[in-house]
Each structure stands twice: as C-alpha cells, then as structure tokens.
C-alpha cells in the first residue's frame, strides 16, 4: 500500500483519466496518457513530497519496482529505500530516462524492515505524475499467506462459489487461453501465448519479464488456485501476486521455492474474498540470456483442496 510521507504538503492525490490531452502534450510533451486511475503532486518552487510503502520486512533477493512516470517544469523523480523506524534513506536512484518510461529500477537486497519511496522534488513550479506501480521479486510478505505451503484440512472448509471456479479453471487447450490475459509490461516483448496445452512465455534480453492475468473474480470463501508450471532451472522465477479490494499487487510470491528440473511442477496460490484479481509473472533471471516457462491446469479448490467446480 503507498501513502503520503506523514502529513506531506504538498500531498499526492489520486487522479483519474480522461484528461486534457492538448494541455497535458504541452506540460509534459508526452502524447502517451494515464490510463484510469494514477497517483499525481503538485509542486511550487523549492518543494518536495514523499510517496512511501508500508514497511517491506526484507528484500530477499531479485526484486523490481516498475511504473510509468510524468514530469513537468523542472521536476525530479527518486527511488528510494527508507529505514523503516528512522525514515533515512539507504538507497536512492534518480530517475534520468525519457518519460513516460516505463521506469524499471532494481532494488538491493535488504534484510530488515525498509519503506520504499518515491520522492518528487521541484525548483521551479512543477509536477510528478506515477501509474502501473509494480514490484515484482522476492519480499518478504508483512501478511502472513499459507501461498504453497499443505496445511492439514479442517473438514469445515467452506465451499468457493462453483461460478467463480469454472471462470478461473483453465486447461489452455486448442490454444485457448478462456478468459486469461497476457499483454506486454515494462519494457518487455515478452507475453505468454496458448500453445500444445498450455500457455509458454519465452523470456530474452528484451522481454525479461511475461504476465499472465486472471479475469476478475468475486469470491464468497476462501480458496486455492492450484496450477501446473514448468520452467528451466536457474535461468528464470515464476512469481503470483494478487490484487484486494484496497489495493493493487497487494502481495507477490515466488513460486515453488527451489524445484529444479524440466518437468512439470504443482503448486497453488491461497485467494481471499477480498482478493479481485491474481497475476502469474515469469522473470529472466540476471546474466542469463532466455529461458521459457509454460504454466497449464488452472484449477479451484478449497482451502482442504476439495474441488470446487460442480460436475
């Protein structure tokens, strides 16, 4: 979740699309707008607000913060990471490339709690707009989600909405791919396309990372999204993340810890009733030069893996 830096002012605001497309060429000279909802600042001269994290307990290991930005007058963007008692940054990158990006900033590895910030700073009259925040990689959740972990079954599991089970089943056959979605982020070719039974992403220098989304979904209870995956060992990671009804990529989790090996691989993501919508991404692993990974047999259960789809 991002919030202003305790009462910062000026403050940023949510805004929402359409805009004045002229007036927004003429301020930022970027004909590429928002899309829906983004997070905007207004600055005078010699101000500076702060958009920050709610505290991230560790940053274990390959972890990428992406967005779109826009900056208008003398305008300057950071990326920072943040102690999270003190608020002192550890780490800060200025954001240099053309805009709208998207920006794609790699984050060190941290192994106590930090905040990350996004620091917009101005010395004449200006503006800093973000959209499509993501991060993707291995952080250390601050909610705790039984994500591929067997739990022994209670028995008094609630039974998820068998609608909501055939909307997300998928077996990508004849190569459809039902109501799944793959379009291309961050600075990436990369998608993942229906193929032999399965949808298969193949990863390079260009198109490091690939996102397969879920349609939108409303559950009544509990449930597990169980999935089979395959990948190449140690040239790339499969991570889930999971959008809530307060927020977008509430939660991001790597996917099957350290299987190794060609063939294919089970594991399932837990779901909420508050979650709307699940994405799977595949990342190129750095310094290696492609790799592929195929993902197939979507199902639901309930949390006591009972299959949730009526016969």
């Known amino acids: 979740m991002w919030a202003n830096h305790e009462q910062a002012e000026p403050a940023w605001q949510i805004g929402t699309t359409p805009l004045n497309k002229h007036k927004f060429i003429s301020l930022t000279g970027s004909s590429e707008l928002p899309d829906g909802e983004f997070a905007v600042v207004h600055l005078k001269s010699g101000q500076a607000s ?9 940053i274990s290991g390959q972890t990428t913060l992406t967005f779109r930005f826009w900056l208008s007058g003398n305008t300057r963007l950071d990326v920072c990471l943040l102690e999270d008692k003190i608020l002192e940054a550890v780490d800060c990158q200025q954001i240099v490339l053309k805009q709208p990006g998207p920006a794609l900033v790699d ?40 994500h591929g972990v067997r739990l022994f079954g209670s028995g008094l599991a609630q ?36 193929r032999e039974g399965a949808v298969t992403a193949f990863l390079f220098k260009k198109g490091k990372v690939a996102v397969l989304e879920s349609p939108t979904f409303r559950l009544n209870a509990a449930a597990r999204i169980h999935f089979l995956y395959r990948n190449d060992a140690n040239t790339s990671v499969v991570f889930v993340c999971h959008d809530s009804i307060s927020r977008e990529l509430d939660s991001c989790f790597k996917v099957g810890g350290d299987s190794a090996g060609h063939g294919w691989h089970h594991d399932f993501m837990e779901v ?4 709307t919508k699940f994405y799977m991404v595949a990342k190129l692993v ?24 009526s016969v």
Do not use: W
């Open 286 to 309: 750095d310094n290696s030069r492609s790799a592929r990974v195929s993902i197939t047999n979507i199902t639901v259960t309930d949390v006591d893996n009972n299959i949730a789809c």
């Open 107 to 146: 984050l060190p590895e941290m192994n106590h709690p930090v905040r990350i910030a996004l620091k917009a700073e101005s010395s004449s009259q200006g503006m800093a707009l973000i959209d499509d925040l993501i991060v993707v990689g291995d952080i250390c959740p601050s909610v705790i989600r039984h």
């Open 272 to 275: 909420l009733p508050s979650d």
């Open 159 to 194: 039974i998820p909405d068998p609608n909501v089970c055939r909307l997300l089943s998928c077996n990508f056959m004849g190569g459809q791919t039902c109501l799944y979605s793959s379009g291309r982020v961050a600075l990436s070719q990369s998608n993942f396309k229906a």
């Open 50 to 58: 702060t958009l920050i994290t709610e505290p991230v307990r560790c």
